[in-house]
């Protein structure tokens, strides 16, 4: 743009920097290999590169080597989308709070560091291949009830419906999980009552959720337990990990509409 | 000029305002017995698709839906940061759907199909009740209604949002009905799987060729409509703001096999991205046309000032957008903010380390906004320092995850300096040609959101994307479909051993072994580079006949040196992003190429396509309505060669006139 210059500068990709790390990177082929660590060497690593930027100069490297590049996922390189995952030095998302993988930039570490990195370790995510985990039971989750059941159509004019601004903005503040498992990755039962209790409390918050909030409560975790999610020992890893940085709040009122669904109901 | 005897538009008579009322209540049904029977193909789970699919779904449809990612949620659209347009008028500041509808032929330079762009309006309502009503948390107000802000190229305030996350709320409403038919078993979600083909029987498209990319697997699918809602193909620049999935292919494959592509060369340059740091940068990053209702942008009066923003007077800044658009001042369209900072960069205006950039700066707005919170707080005698600090906690109330975003970024904190900010590849008004009804030129095949040309002309304006995709999915199609499906009734199952399918796996698998064969010395992402130089350089920001020749014979040297020297590792038998990427680039470079055509063929200037040739004494883009008022609609008839076909525009309801911001 200001883009790529000239060929010779194609060529300097990765050599504008004065870092030099080592890296120790989880390779396994698919999910039923025994995977293990590679060590890696990487120069002139730049500050100013993302954390992905510098895996992108990682596998051209690997590639010149004829070495297969290292699968992760990654997509908006935004912090929103929720793809990339990265396990970094024991951290989801490494060392910054409120901060995704993608948005880490190498500015966090130092000349000469050992960065470790894995995949996301839960029962319920199984590796795919190197730092690619499945999230599908996220998918089935809210399969089970996360939703307000309108068929589109069926909408009465939107202002007919006032929403006191605090509850709106609680709402918005649950919904603003992006799904992508660190809450699952940092504790240390891989339980997702953090990202389950996110919709619920959406939903709950909000009268439109109010017709399915027992039924949503009680199908939730039931398709939850049935994943193989452990279970919460409110030890608050989730939230001190989450990039979004989504309340332990949400826990507490995930249990309050449990209880008060199991009381009134005997749908599951 | 006459349209071509290829294209009908299928628009239906009448005036304007009664089209799609009249249409919509005589397009033919299908009882709910036979829309059991009939399977429809949904790629792509963004705002069109994942609205589609659920919507469909509900009418009783048998839906099959594929994307590319782990999960229908992360579509791209998620990353829509401002808002969604609609003519609700709740702030009662005179909006209307005729207003939305001219504000948007007007902002598409006058190159888009007044029918469709009127029943966008028309149903931009709707989208907010059918969202709010998913449970959507969008901004409210204390009295509990919703909240409006201002958007580019508009008077009013009809953008609808949720603080800088707005994409995000809107496709995770869609994303839960789409799961919502996923647990009723209605929808069968195809998550990591990417369509690689269309398969055509009879003239008609009866399924595609989609690719496992855990396994490796080419698989069949049949169905009676195939909809593809797969989203721009801003990544044929290399950087943009879009995605790093986000790719041509399905929408090409499709063009390959015959459906015509229209305007390829109007692409959205985004005005306000934060600039690019280095050789490593894969994508840039987008800061939310939002700012600019309270962030002014400036330059330094004097060429190649090196002093901080900060310390160059006010006497001695250039607001330029104010002094050359007071009508609009910082709330132009996007090309033309676009284009009025390459003017000043281009000019030896620009700051920063690589003089690619401009400020956006909200030193006014943290004083006013401060001076507003003492004048509530009843505080007469308030220091600077207080004031300073009161604006700077409301600037965060209304944009914090934006400047917590740039910080993170750049380094740079915003609240202390002004912002650096520079244009950037961002959406591609251009698409596959569709009519009236979202069908391209091949029956059965649609198109529906950003993948299609429809609604925005030559320039789209701000929360308008989010519009038209949520439109298409869940007003538009669920009627429109029903003319052709209608006819399909006594069609039955599609068989997949038809020999059609085998034909089109075996050149998908062909293809792939091609790819894994050449083992060249090149990487997959240093052709995207190339390419990306190619088309920013000369069928970017601002194009000329000579620049584009030479960019045409360019791309096709590209072509061949990709398809001998491409180093792809690996193979095609487990999870492979490299053969993805290879795959996706291969799409890309044929692209470049047709962009290149169309910016070629059209000798003016219109919103995003900006001929160095054609302008105003002013650099206002100049317009030839005589001769150029068309769709181009491209057909494709073998490597390197295309046709072209005209859509005429005919403008019944709006008065021509040269686009003024002034």
Redesign the interface.
């Known amino acids: 743009m200001p883009h790529l210059k000239v060929e010779s500068d194609i060529k300097n990709i990765g050599m504008e920097g004065n870092m030099s790390l080592s890296l120790k990177v989880w390779r396994q082929s698919d999910k039923d290999a025994a995977g293990g660590f590679e060590d890696y060497k990487l120069a002139h690593v730049s500050p100013d590169m993302s954390f992905l930027e510098m895996f992108d100069v990682l596998n051209e490297q690997l590639i010149e080597e004829g070495k297969e590049p290292v699968s992760f996922d990654h997509d908006c390189r935004e912090g929103i989308c929720g793809a990339c995952s990265m396990y970094i030095n024991g951290r989801p998302h490494g060392p910054l709070r409120g901060v995704t993988t993608c948005q880490l930039h190498m500015r966090s570490f130092k000349d000469g560091d050992t960065i470790v990195v894995e995949p996301w370790r839960a029962s319920a995510f199984p590796v795919i291949k190197d730092l690619v985990v499945d999230r599908d039971a996220f998918d089935r989750v809210i399969s089970a009830g996360g939703f307000v059941s309108v068929n589109t159509g069926n909408a009465q004019d939107a202002n007919s419906l006032p929403i006191a601004k605090e509850s709106a903005d609680d709402a918005f503040a649950a919904a603003a999980c992006i799904g992508c498992g660190a809450c699952v990755a940092a504790c240390k039962n891989a339980s997702a009552m953090l990202f389950v209790s996110a919709k619920i409390s959406q939903l709950a918050l909000l009268p439109q959720g109010q017709a399915e909030r027992s039924i949503r409560a009680e199908k939730m975790v039931a398709q939850m337990d049935a994943e193989g999610f452990g279970a919460c020992t409110n030890t608050g890893a989730c939230s001190a990990e989450c990039p979004k940085e989504i309340s332990l709040e949400n826990i507490a009122r995930l249990n309050r509409e449990y209880i008060g669904a199991k009381f009134s109901s005997s749908a599951v | 000029m006459a349209t071509s005897s290829r294209l009908d538009a299928k628009i239906p008579q009448g005036s304007l305002e009664s089209k799609w009322s009249k249409y919509r209540s005589s397009v033919p049904l299908v009882n709910p017995a036979n829309k059991r029977n009939l399977e429809i193909i949904v790629v792509g789970t963004g705002l069109a698709g994942a609205?589609a699919a659920?919507?469909l779904a509900?009418l009783g449809y048998k839906v099959k839906a594929f994307c590319f990612?782990?999960?229908?949620?992360?579509a791209?659209s998620?990353?829509a940061q401002g808002g969604i347009n609609a003519a609700?008028n709740?702030q009662n500041d005179g909006d209307s759907v005729y207003r939305l509808f001219y504000d948007t032929i007007k902002g598409g330079d006058y190159r888009a199909r007044e029918a469709n762009v009127h029943r966008l309006a028309e149903v931009s309502g709707?989208i907010?009740?059918?969202?709010?009503?998913?449970?959507v948390?969008?901004?409210?107000?204390?009295?509990?209604?919703?909240s409006n802000r201002s958007f580019g190229g508009t008077q009013v305030q009809r953008t609808f949002y949720?603080?800088g996350?707005t994409?995000?709320?809107l496709l995770?409403g869609a994303?839960?009905?789409l799961?919502?038919q996923?647990?009723m078993g209605t929808i069968k979600?195809y998550?990591r799987h990417e369509m690689l083909d269309i398969v055509n029987i009879d003239g008609k498209c009866r399924g595609i060729i989609a690719r496992n990319l855990?396994t490796g697997e080419l698989e069949r699918h049949g169905g009676h409509a195939v909809l593809l809602c797969t989203g721009g193909y801003g990544n044929v620049f290399?950087?943009s703001t879009n995605?790093?999935?986000s790719n041509v292919t399905a929408a090409w494959k499709a063009h390959k096999r015959g459906a015509f592509f229209g305007n390829p060369c109007f692409t959205q340059i985004h005005p306000t991205c934060i600039?690019?740091?280095?050789?490593?940068?894969?994508?840039?990053?987008?800061m939310s046309e939002s700012l600019r209702n309270d962030g002014r942008i400036w330059v330094p009066k004097k060429q190649n000032d090196n002093r901080p923003g900060n310390e160059i007077p006010e006497a001695e800044r250039d607001y330029y957008l104010e002094r050359r658009y007071p009508a609009f001042g910082n709330l132009v369209p996007r090309d033309i903010a676009s284009r009025a900072a390459k003017e000043r960069c281009d000019a030896g205006y620009g700051v920063g380390t690589?003089k690619?950039a401009v400020y956006l700066d909200f030193a006014a707005a943290v004083e006013r906004y401060g001076r507003g919170e003492a004048s509530k707080n009843n505080i007469h005698n308030a220091s600077d320092v207080d004031i300073i600090t009161w604006g700077k906690a409301v600037v965060k109330e209304k944009y914090g995850n934006l400047f917590?975003?740039y910080k993170?970024?750049t380094?740079e904190d915003p609240y202390e300096v002004p912002m650096r900010i520079?244009p950037?590849v961002h959406y591609t008004m251009g698409g596959l040609w569709v009519d009236y009804n979202l069908m391209t030129t091949v029956p059965g095949l649609y198109s529906l959101g950003e993948a299609n040309f429809s609604d925005h002309g030559a320039n789209r304006l701000g929360a308008s994307a989010l519009m038209q995709g949520l439109a298409d999915g869940?007003?538009v199609i669920?009627y429109t479909i029903g003319a052709y499906l209608a006819s399909e009734i006594r069609t039955g199952k599609i068989s997949t051993d038809h020999e059609a399918f085998v034909k089109a796996e075996t050149e998908v698998r062909e293809r792939i072994e091609t790819l894994l064969r050449i083992q060249g010395k090149t990487?997959p992402?240093?052709f995207h580079?190339?390419l990306?130089?190619i088309m920013?350089?000369k069928c970017g920001m601002a194009r000329n006949a000579e620049g584009l020749k030479e960019a045409i014979q360019e791309i096709r040297q590209l072509r061949k040196d990709f398809w001998s020297d491409v180093?792809v590792?690996?193979n095609a038998t487990?999870?492979?992003?490299?053969l993805d990427k290879a795959n996706r680039v291969a799409d890309f470079i044929e692209l470049g190429e047709l962009m290149c055509l169309d910016a070629l063929d059209r000798n003016e200037s219109c919103g995003g396509h900006f001929r160095e040739e054609y302008q105003t004494e002013e650099g206002e883009a100049l317009r030839d309505d005589e001769n150029y008022m068309y769709v181009s609609a491209w057909e494709h008839k073998g490597p390197e060669d295309w046709e072209l076909h005209k859509e005429e525009l005919v403008y019944e309801n709006i008065k021509i006139a040269q686009r003024s911001y002034k």
């Open positions: 609205s659920a919507t509900e990612q782990d999960s229908p949620r992360r791209h998620i990353a609700k709740y709707n907010i009740d059918q969202c709010v009503a998913a449970g948390p969008f901004a409210r107000e204390y009295g509990g209604l919703l949720a603080a996350q994409g995000q709320q995770l994303y839960s009905g799961q919502r996923v647990g979600m998550n855990i290399y950087l995605a790093m999935g600039p690019v740091s280095g050789e490593h940068q894969s994508k840039l990053t987008l690589s690619l917590d975003m993170q970024i380094g520079y950037a869940y007003f669920p990487s992402e240093l580079r190339r990306g130089k920013w350089d180093k590792m690996g487990y999870f492979n992003p490299e």
